[in-house]
Structures are given as structure tokens and as C-alpha cells.
């Protein structure tokens, strides 16, 4: 499908459909309000009116911004898929809501069908936006902004939602030196020599029962003159089965999204380098699968981290934690970052306290998580501040080591994740660290707002508008 914004007044361009917004207000006025009046269609958020005789599509909104707007095209989008029709044309209200609009058609119509044996091709090939009497120079760079940053996102979603059998840590570097390749980054891999000659103890003794090696990836953005060098950090969890502390069945599906976090700084790093912004970028993946055989690291064992940290472990689950100590160790010391974030589907207590829809975001810098809101709301990606204190710190006490993999009480527990991680920031990156638990917001079994089933492409959306703040 192709989506073209057109310089053009909307009935001046050649479509089958007509897609129009309207928000409850907009009803009495409009000339067909009888008709939509009949057919019970009150404007509601996400509610779809097709008048097939008129050729027009309606979708309610409740007001006309870019996140209503998004969350309508995307229910838009899929009333039109299951239609004949083969091409439809919108209005673009203004230069503010046309990345909603870009973000519902590309992230709403999003499918993954690799391993469907017959996709059902779309009819509808091409959507145009008309951007009416509006500034076209500042539509173009609008739209070709949300456009970079929403295929980006479909990057992420496409390795999430791949099969662990299809994506392990090794094929993981495979697709690293390709988008690497494919956007002209640095690329260095550590594979377990070179995590071994790096003391990584902790993120060896994870990923020592699988066959697949387990790797460090490390990419980098480096435009001419950088305003800032940020490190990305992403959990790379190929597969999540608990290790010898193992996952109950039913907890254990879906657990192929636990290298999300991985996948989404893979995005980010890819949207960067695309939309060309002037800040240096390194991510940083601990590619890494958790699984039992006769070598799997064990509950009591203590694992000497990079840092030295000793860690007694208490849960083979906690593993991701483990990973991102001697990642978070090795990005502090490669580079010096002006901000350093980790991404990670660390803990399903964060989804217990926060929903399955928002990120939550930890942290000692209030000045940074207020940016980051802002960051949030202009994105759209819900992200919630959940605080560190040092009660909960003092749960994270083990008796044999210096810190325990899991705390001694089960509440709070996506807070003493991050307080696990922040053991292993530096004293001179404390405000600069910022720890993003996406266990809930990473994949979604039903779809909501611009998500379909599967990996959402958490973070991407929310980075990169971050980013272009900085
Ligand atoms: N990958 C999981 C967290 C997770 C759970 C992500 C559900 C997405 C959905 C993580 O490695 C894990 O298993 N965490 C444990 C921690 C516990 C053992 C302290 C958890 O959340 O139960
Ligand atoms: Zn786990
Ligand atoms: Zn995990």
C-alpha cells in the first residue's frame, strides 16, 4: 500500500473513497447528518459510518488531534481492508495531526504474515492525503519524518513478532550487520570470547545453557557534529522460557517478545540515522537466550558481574536484569554519553502496576522524566514514572553477595528491578541513566490504539521524538 501526500484540494484528487473526520459536533451541520443520524452513527472515538452509495467513509474522533486521529485511522484502516475498494483519499486537517494520520494508516495496517502459507493480499493500494491550501513544504517534512519514524517501528514489530526458533542471539547479529550495512552505522559484536575477556559474567552465565552463542551488539550513529551522545541499551531476551526457575506453560508463550527491548533500540538507532539528526547514537544489545540443560546456570549461584558487583542468584527468571548489568557496565565504559537508556521487558510486576498500555520509567533525574513525558505526550506512547526509595532498596540484600537477583518481598517489584540496574550505573551517570520497563507496552495479544497483535514497536515513536528535542 502506498500513502502519498498530494498538493492538491481534496476534490480535486481521483479516489474510490472519501474518508472523512468527524467529531460529535460536527453531526448537525454536516449535510448527510439525517443519513448518519439513521444509520445510528454518533461521531463516538473509533466508531466507523461506510455510506457505500456516497462513497464515503466516516470515522468518529473525539476531537480532531493527532492522537484521536491516529487511534481513528487505524480502525479506518481496517474497515477498508476488508473492502474491494482500491484506493481512498483523506484531508489533512492540519500540519499537527498529519503524523497521527501517517501513524494510523502504517502502524494500524500493520500485518505479519511470514509465516501465513496464504496471506490474503490487501485490495486497497493507495491512500492520498490532500493537503488542501495548507504550507506544503512543512506537510513534506511532517510526513516524511512520520513516515521514517512508523516504518521503523514496523522494523521492530517484524523481529519481535519472528519465531525464536527463526531469531536467536546469533541471527540477531545477522540482522544487526544488516541494518548496519543498509544505514552506514559502526558495527562491533562481542561474541562469548570477547564477553569472556570482558569478565562478563553475569551475561555469560544466563545465556550458557542455549546452543546458540550468546553476543553484545554494538552499533553506532555518529553524525559530523553531534549536539549530544546518547546510549540506547536494549534487553535481547531471544527467548524467556525462565531458565531452571521455569516459566509456568501459560506464562511461557509470548515469551519470544522478550527481546523487545533489544528490537526497539534496533529501531531507534535505525530511525535516527534516517530522519539524519544531528546527535550521535551507540545501541548497545545483550542478545541472549534463557534456557535449561545440564549447564544452566542455577538459583544460589553467585555470578561475578563485569563491574565486580557480585550477584547471588535466587531466580533463574530474573535474568534480564543479569544481562543488562554487564551491558549497562560495557556502554558506560565505551562511551561517554550524555544520556544513557535502557529499554528492557525487565518485570511483569511493571504491567501489575502500571497496565499493559505504558512504558514505565525509572530513574534519579525529575528534569529528565519531566522531558521525557513531554516526549510521551507529543508521541503518543503512554509512560508512567514509577520512584525508587530505599525500603525497597534494602530488599535487594543478599546475605553471601553483594546484591541478590530478586528481591526478598513480592511487591514493588518492576521498582527493584530498576534498583537492581541503577547498583550497576556509575555515580557520575546517575542523572543521566534512565531505565524504561516495556513488559506491558511491547506486545499486545488484542489490539489497541494504533497496535495490532503482536510487537508494538515500543519506544520508537517516543525516541525518536526525544530525541529531535535535544
Ligand atoms: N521477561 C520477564 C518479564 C515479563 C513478564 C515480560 C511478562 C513480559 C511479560 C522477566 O525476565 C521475568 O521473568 N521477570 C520475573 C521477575 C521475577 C522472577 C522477580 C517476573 O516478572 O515474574
Ligand atoms: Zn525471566
Ligand atoms: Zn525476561
Redesign the pocket.
Known amino acids: 500500500m502506498n500513502i502519498e501526500l498530494i498538493n492538491k484540494n481534496i476534490s480535486d484528487i481521483d479516489s474510490e473513497i472519501l474518508v472523512e473526520f468527524l467529531a460529535p459536533n460536527d453531526l448537525a451541520e454536516h449535510e448527510y447528518s439525517q443519513t448518519l443520524e439513521s444509520a445510528g452513527f454518533k461521531a463516538e472515538q473509533d466508531s466507523t459510518c461506510f455510506l457505500y452509495e456516497k462513497r464515503i467513509l466516516f470515522c468518529g474522533v473525539e476531537k480532531k488531534k493527532n492522537d484521536e486521529i491516529r487511534s481513528a485511522v487505524a480502525c479506518m484502516i481496517k474497515v477498508l481492508k476488508t473492502s474491494n475498494y482500491k484506493s481512498a483519499k483523506i484531508s489533512v486537517a492540519s500540519n499537527s495531526s498529519l503524523t497521527g494520520l501517517v501513524e494510523g494508516i502504517v502502524l494500524g495496517g500493520y500485518e505479519f504474515n511470514n509465516y501465513k502459507s496464504e496471506p490474503k493480499e490487501m485490495t486497497l493500494k493507495e491512500i492520498s492525503l490532500a493537503a488542501n491550501e495548507l504550507d506544503f513544504d512543512e506537510l513534506q517534512t511532517t510526513f516524511n519524518e512520520a513516515l521514517i519514524v512508523a516504518n521503523a517501528t514496523c522494523f521492530t514489530r517484524d523481529i519481535v513478532n519472528n519465531a525464536p526458533q527463526e531469531v536467536n542471539p546469533q541471527t540477531m547479529v545477522a540482522l544487526a550487520m544488516k541494518l548496519a550495512n543498509d544505514n552506514s552505522l559502526e558495527c562491533n559484536i562481542l561474541h562469548e570470547e570477547g564477553l569472556a575477556k570482558e569478565n562478563m559474567g553475569a551475561m555469560l552465565a544466563v545465556g550458557r545453557a542455549s546452543v546458540h552463542g550468546s553476543a553484545l551488539i554494538h552499533l553506532a550513529y555518529k553524525p559530523a557534529n553531534p549536539k549530544k551522545v546518547i546510549s540506547l541499551i536494549g534487553k535481547g531476551?531471544t527467548y524467556?522460557s525462565?531458565g531452571l526457575?521455569l516459566?509456568p506453560a501459560t506464562?511461557m508463550v509470548?515469551?519470544k517478545?522478550?527481546k523487545a527491548g533489544a528490537c526497539a533500540v534496533l529501531g531507534m538507532i535505525k530511525a535516527a540515522s534516517e530522519l539524519k539528526l544531528d546527535v550521535e547514537i551507540h545501541a548497545f544489545v545483550g542478545a541472549v537466550e534463557n534456557m535449561i540443560s545440564g549447564d544452566a546456570y542455577k538459583p544460589d549461584d553467585v555470578l561475578v558481574s563485569r563491574s565486580g558487583t557480585t550477584i547471588e542468584v535466587r531466580?533463574t527468571?530474573?535474568?534480564?536484569r543479569l544481562v543488562l548489568a554487564d551491558v549497562l557496565s560495557y556502554a558506560q565504559d565505551t562511551v561517554k554519553a550524555d544520556y544513557i537508556f535502557d529499554f528492557a521487558?525487565?518485570?511483569?510486576?511493571c504491567?501489575v502496576a502500571l497496565g499493559q498500555y505504558t512504558t514505565g520509567l525509572m530513574g534519579h533525574s525529575h528534569k529528565l522524566k519531566h522531558d521525557m513525558s513531554k516526549a510521551g505526550t507529543a508521541s503518543g506512547e503512554l509512560i508512567s514514572s514509577l520512584p525508587f526509595n530505599k525500603h525497597l532498596k534494602k530488599l535487594l540484600k543478599s546475605e553471601i553477595a553483594d546484591i541478590s537477583n530478586?528481591?526478598s518481598k513480592p511487591f514493588g517489584?518492576a521498582i527493584t528491578?530498576g534498583m537492581f540496574l541503577d547498583k550497576f550505573i556509575k555515580e557520575e551517570n546517575k542523572n543521566r541513566w534512565m531505565h524504561f520497563d516495556i513488559?506491558?507496552s511491547a506486545?499486545t495479544e488484542s489490539p489497541w490504539d494504533c497496535n495490532v497483535y503482536g510487537g508494538t514497536g515500543a519506544g520508537v515513536r517516543l525516541m525518536s521524538h526525544f530525541l529531535k528535542t535535544i
Open positions: 531476551l524467556d525462565g526457575s516459566k506464562s509470548t515469551m517478545m522478550d531466580n527468571d530474573a535474568e534480564g521487558t525487565l518485570t511483569g510486576a504491567m530478586v528481591a517489584g528491578a513488559a506491558g506486545y
